[in-house]
Nanobody
Framework: QVQLVESGGGLVQPGGSLRLSCAAS????????MAWLRQAPGKQRELVAR???????LYDDSVRGRFDISLDATKNTVFLQMNSLRPEDTAVYYC??????????WGQGTQVTVSS
């Protein structure tokens, strides 16, 4: 059973940066997709960015050019570097991993608050 543990959230001023991490354990597949999604109060969960095990990346238009998703395959960890943060980036950020062999796994979520 895959477990995902997120870290790195917190409070930051507009224009600031944060780096989120998501460490996966119990994995069995070398072919997978990992992603970051977020959910703001009163809104639906939305995709922020995703990365495939082969390195292909995809970003939502709202974060392209400000956020960077990366993967440390040796440590089974995905990162989300968030720069030029805006108040509208405030949300709970969730890590997600999908593979044919493992199914879909979710992290517990980490709060990101952008406020002065």
């Amino acid at each position: 059973q895959v477990q995902l543990v997120e870290s790195g959230g917190g409070l930051v001023q507009p224009g600031g940066s944060l780096r989120l991490s998501c460490a996966a354990s119990g994995t069995i597949s070398s072919t997978f997709t990992m992603a970051w999604l977020r959910q703001a109060p009163g809104k639906q969960r939305e995709l922020v960015a995703r990365i495939q095990s082969g390195g292909s990346r995809l970003y939502d238009d709202s974060v392209r050019g400000r956020f960077d998703i990366s993967l440390d395959a040796t440590k089974n960890t995905v990162f989300l570097q968030m720069n030029s943060l805006r108040p509208e980036d405030t949300a709970v950020y969730y890590c997600n991993r999908v593979s044919m062999a493992e199914g879909t796994s979710w992290g517990q979520g980490t709060q990101v608050t952008v406020s002065s």
